[in-house]
T-cell receptor
Framework: RKEVEQDPGPFNVPEGATVAFNCTYSNSASQSFFWYRQDCRKEPKLLMSVYSSGNEDGRFTAQLNRASQYISLLIRDSKLSDSATYLCVVRDGGSYIPTFGRGTSLIVHP | GAGVSQTPSNKVTEKGKYVELRCDPI?????LYWYRQSLGQGPEFLIY????????DSGLPNDRFFAVRPEGSVSTLKIQRTERGDSAVYLC???????????????????FGSGTQLSVL
């Protein structure tokens, strides 16, 4: 079983739509959680950290469910520029190594 | 420079050859990571340096892969007897060091270079 699992998609949505991605992780001792964004042929960049209480940054909302071991990313009012791959990243407590999921592809069309 | 620099950006080699990939991290970042990414997959961990020493090399797939960071700054990933299956994008990332349970009070964040696309023919 993979440590971090994501639906690869692609998710095809029209501009203005709301879209949500989930990511599950296998280690209950995981400590830190993140969403990274990766544009085509570019390097990953941190989108947002995911806190236990949930957090919001503009149109983006991230949530953590420790009991069910998943994190989610909600994007409201999708823009064409949101088209990218969204990588779920988890770091276990006591480890220095962030583990990446395979990513979920989002395509926002006019 | 302002960001993580990786050279070359593209490397084409023949099966069986030796290659070196270079990473120049952000100044002051003592933590350095190598990942590799195949098409349609997420970055896969290879090795982690804290300063000059390899603190975790559990991701290196076999003994053809080796990495060094002799002065705690620039790192070189070395691949011997390359195979077609080694073809991928090799990503380097740096960050502030993790101390205990906090990232020295800063946001826990990896800063990636733009990667080296390795093609083994």
């Amino acid at each position: 079983r993979k440590e971090v699992e994501q639906d690869p998609g692609p998710f095809n949505v029209p501009e203005g739509a709301t879209v949500a991605f989930n990511c599950t992780y296998s280690n209950s001792a995981s400590q830190s959680f993140f969403w990274y964004r990766q544009d085509c042929r570019k390097e990953p960049k941190l989108l947002m950290s995911v806190y236990s209480s949930g957090n919001e940054d503009g149109r983006f909302t991230a949530q953590l469910n420790r009991a069910s071991q998943y994190i989610s990313l909600l994007i409201r009012d999708s823009k064409l520029s949101d088209s990218a791959t969204y990588l779920c990243v988890v770091r276990d407590g006591g480890s220095y190594i962030p583990t990446f999921g395979r990513g979920t592809s989002l395509i926002v069309h006019p | 420079g302002a960001g993580v620099s990786q050279t070359p950006s593209n490397k084409v080699t023949e099966k069986g050859k030796y290659v070196e990939l270079r990473c120049d991290p952000i100044s002051g970042h003592t933590a350095l990571y190598w990942y590799r990414q195949s098409l349609g997959q997420g970055p896969e961990f290879l090795i982690y340096f804290q300063g000059t020493g390899a603190a975790d090399d559990s991701g290196l797939p076999n003994d053809r892969f080796f990495a060094v960071r002799p002065e705690g700054s620039v790192s070189t990933l070395k691949i011997q007897r390359t195979e077609r299956g080694d073809s991928a994008v090799y990503l380097c990332a740096s960050s502030h060091p993790l101390r205990g349970s906090t990232w020295e009070g800063r946001v826990e964040k990896l800063f990636f270079g733009s990667g080296t696309q390795l093609s083994v023919l």
